[in-house]
C-alpha cells in the first residue's frame, strides 16, 4: 500500500514570534497550597481560567522539594495549561521535558549572558549620537529604537527588539507593537502593546488614546476588560509598580 505524498509542498514553516505569557511565579512547591490560593483567585477572576497558557517560574523554589508533576496537574485542573519551565537546575530541566513542557534558564542567567556578548568587528565602534524623536514631538531616541510612522494596522506587527519604539499614529485593532524597551503611541492604541519584553521592569507605554485590547510590561499584562473604563480613550502611561501593571492618566 502506498501513500501518495506531495512531495514538492511544504507542510510547514517556522515563524519567529514574540508571545505574551503569562508567568506563574512559585513561592512555594506544595500543590495544596497553590491549590487553594488558585480557588481564590478563581472565585475573583473566572474570566481568566479559560485554559490560559502559563509559564512556570520555580527560581525562587527549593528545586528537591519540586513535585512538577503534582503542580502541573493542579494548574490543569483549575483550567491553567502550563506549557514551560522557567528555572531550576538539570533535574528540574529532564522533569519539565518529560512531562512534555518547555524549559528557559533562569532570567538573570539569560540577562548576563546577552550582556557578556562582545562586540564583533574589531574595535569597539563609538557610541552614535541620539537622534531627534520628530518634527513637533521633541525628546531624543535611544540607539537601538525604532520609529515608525503611520499608522501600524490589523494584522501587522512592529518591532524594537532592542529599544524603544516610538509610533507617530495610531495602533488599529488587531495590531501588535512590541519593543525591548518603552512604547510610544502618538495615537489611538487599539490593538496590542508588549513593552520591556526581555525582562525590562523599567520599560512603559505611553498613547494618547488608550483602547488597548491588551497592555503587557516584562510579561505582566492587562486586557481590555480589565482596564478602568474611565481611562479608555484617555492619554495615559502604563508601568509596573511592585509587580502589578498600573495604568495612569499622563500629564
Not at 43 to 66: C, G, W, Y
Not at 142 to 151: D, E, F, K, L, N
Not at 163 to 188: F, K, P, Q, R, T
Request: glycine share 12%; net charge negative.
Amino acid at each position: 500500500m502506498s501513500l501518495n505524498v506531495d512531495r514538492a509542498g511544504s507542510a510547514f514553516t517556522f515563524k519567529g514570534g514574540m508571545l505574551p505569557m503569562t508567568v506563574m511565579e512559585l513561592t512555594s512547591a506544595d500543590p495544596e497550597a497553590i491549590r487553594d490560593q488558585l480557588v481564590g483567585k478563581l472565585n475573583q477572576a473566572p474570566a481568566f481560567f479559560q485554559h490560559t497558557p502559563v509559564m512556570l517560574s520555580v527560581e525562587k523554589l527549593d528545586e528537591p522539594h519540586l513535585a512538577l508533576e503534582r503542580v502541573c496537574a493542579v494548574c490543569r485542573a483549575h483550567k491553567l495549561l502550563p506549557v514551560a519551565v522557567r528555572g531550576g537546575g538539570d533535574p528540574v530541566k529532564q522533569s519539565a521535558w518529560a512531562l512534555g513542557l518547555g524549559w528557559f534558564p533562569p532570567q538573570e542567567e539569560r540577562v548576563r549572558s546577552l550582556e557578556s556578548v562582545e562586540p564583533t568587528g574589531g574595535a569597539e565602534a563609538p557610541p552614535e549620537e541620539p537622534r531627534p524623536l520628530a518634527p513637533g514631538v521633541g525628546g531624543v531616541v535611544a540607539v537601538g529604537s525604532r520609529i515608525h510612522r503611520g499608522t501600524v494596522r490589523s494584522g501587522q506587527q512592529v518591532t524594537a527588539p532592542d529599544g524603544d519604539l516610538v509610533v507617530l499614529g495610531a495602533v488599529n485593532a488587531g495590531a501588535e507593537v512590541l519593543a525591548g524597551g518603552n512604547i510610544h503611541v502618538y495615537g489611538a492604541l487599539r490593538g496590542r502593546a508588549l513593552a520591556g519584553i526581555h525582562g525590562d521592569r523599567e520599560a512603559s507605554i505611553f498613547c494618547h488614546e488608550l483602547r488597548a485590547e491588551l497592555l503587557s510590561l516584562a510579561g505582566n499584562y492587562k486586557r481590555l476588560e480589565d482596564i478602568d473604563p474611565q481611562l479608555l480613550g484617555t492619554a495615559v502611561q502604563a508601568r509596573l509598580d511592585d509587580d502589578q501593571l498600573t495604568i495612569a492618566p499622563l500629564a
